[in-house]
């Protein structure tokens, strides 16, 4: 594979907005002002849409069979009952909840009507099957398309370069200003010119997330698989999208002695986050417990990078040794419609991470299965980096345990990043001296933002792929520094063949930054990487590595499972 020198974005490639979708044109002989699927379809003679309030009414027979659905009128019931896609929907008429396999489902607001022995739902219904509806009740006009043509839809816009199209007819106003025609065509173009041309869309697959159908769509580029997520919301407007790496990593079963809770980490605060608290199934006494605090971007629970769950993996791991761990998804995984566009200039790392690890901490302290002093943390990458500022800031931790961390400052780990891709280029390649002399342009950038104020720095142009206000917040809370302030249990852990955080400069600097601390430990691993994997095969020392689904070395979390019980045992 060829290399291709880009800067290193920690944020993760993300656009998100609150955009909106106006209804395709329709073709006069149709004259229901239906489309299914991007295509007009016709309804059967005797058959219109009509409007009921603000809802634009359809037959629900033609346009369920359209879909696939065996369509059936149980007259003892007064109901219809669909059947496909593994499930049983039911409507009955003169009620407007759905029954979905038999249990009370999503609530349609409006009746369904009985017209000319003809049974008519409003269209939203169509929204429980999983479809998308786009609707507009001032001219009767409605398009119910499936997650996957949606999806398409998109797609082909994008790679036929249609960005002014697909800006017009998918973005709301707000989104058009966020994201300028130029701007998403960059984008587009980034992304070719670093993956290859796009090849097709996979599989696609859906879910139901309160208002919202997301809808999560691989994509196979020339050199890479990457995954688009798209919301919609109920009138078919997309209120975001989000460009990640594709997951190729393996679903496992919960291990059999092990127990997990779904939890909400900050229950009633202005970001609530799902979780999972992850515990023995058969245990005496108060648990210690663990938070494991995320690496940079925007990750779910597990930490899910291409090939890799690693928080998936500690959280077994260290339960099937006695210890009670909670995950939760990052606050930009959740809410990353929230900091998006000009929103993101104002996001600093306090709200991305510093504030969640903190209310986890207390989420474990309430529970009278655990020990209250006993509540660790376990942060990775960018979260080893944060954890003494999370101790500080209200975490109060029993101790810390640093995985693949730095105690230097993250534009400087970037730069780095960067200026090792660019010394792997090929000599004679023309970019490699233009690449170089762009990166040491954003260091100079970096190093001026010492000068800003906040308010300045949230109208600078982004560094290194960062907000401006987001580095500069974070120098204003010195890792070292904090560090070394530290008394209390530290375990710093390190992979030899780690080419993200180097085991030559961060783990050593730690041990310096560290050495008057008589509670801190240190471990370095040969042969595994940035996730605690070890791999040795085509690909090694690459990105290409983490494509090769792999777990966390049984080693490193038997290691801090005894840390923890040493520690532990002396309460």
Known sequence: ??????????????????????PPAYGANNRAGITLNNEPFSLPEGMDTFLQGSEIMVPVRPLGEAFGYEVKYIKVQNS???????????????????????E???????????????????????????????????????????????????????SGGKYMELWQQTFSKDVQLALPVLKLQAFWETLTGTHGSFVRLDSVGATQEADYTVIQAPLVFAEARLTMNLKVDSSGRLAGILFGPASTAVEL????????????????TAYPLEGVLTLPEHSSGPLPSVVLVHGS?????????????????????????????????????????????????????????????VLA??????????????????GHSLGGMLAPRIDADGGDFAGLILLAGSPRKLWEIVYDQNMALIRSMNESDPLKAQSAALIDAEAQKVKALASMTAEQAKQA???????????????HHDTAELARKLTKPV?????????????????????????????????????????????????????????????????????????????????
């Open 461 to 475: 142009p982004p560094v290194f792929g960062m907000p401006a206000n987001y580095l500069l917040e974070m120098q």
């Open 361 to 378: 901490a207390k989420l474990l302290r309430q529970d009278k299965r655990l020990n209250p002093d006993q509540v660790y943390i376990a």
């Open 104 to 158: 009370a489902g999503q609530d349609i607001f409006v009746q369904p009507e009985l017209r000319n022995n003809r049974i008519y739902v409003p269209v939203s219904f169509f929204r429980v099957l999983g479809l998308i509806i786009t609707n507009n009740a001032g001219s009767a006009q409605a398009a119910v398309t499936t997650p996957y043509k949606y999806a398409e839809n998109i797609t082909a816009l994008l």
């Open 491 to 571: 375990l710093v852990l390190q992979g030899a063949d780690d080419f993200q955080v180097y085991a030559d400069k961060d783990y050593l600097l730690w041990k310096e930054v560290l050495s008057n601390n008589p509670s801190a430990e240190f471990k370095l691993y040969p042969g595994l990487n940035h996730f605690f994997v070890n791999y040795d095969g085509a690909g090694a020392g690459t990105t290409d590595e983490y494509n090769v689904p792999g777990v966390v070395d049984e080693q490193v979390i038997s290691d801090i499972g005894g840390w923890i019980s040493k520690y532990n045992n002396k309460n």
């Open 253 to 268: 079963s919960l291990p059999a002695g092990l127990i997990e809770e779904e939890t909400i980490v900050g229950a009633g």
């Open 297 to 357: 971007g925007s990750t779910d629970r597990d930490e899910t990078a291409l090939g890799y769950k690693a928080f998936r993996d500690l959280a077994w791991g260290l339960a099937r040794q006695g210890i009670a761990v909670l995950r939760y998804d990052k606050r930009t995984f959740t809410y990353g419609q929230q900091y998006a566009g000009d929103k993101a200039a104002s996001l600093t790392v306090k709200e991305e991470t510093v504030e969640d690890a």
């Open 1 to 22: 594979m060829r290399k291709k020198a880009v800067l290193i974005s920690v944020c993760g490639l993300l656009l998100l907005g609150t955009g909106g979708v106006t």
């Open 80 to 102: 219809l009952e669909l059947n496909g896609n593994n499930h049983t929907f039911v409507i009955k008429l003169d009620e407007t909840t759905v029954y979905v396999d038999g």
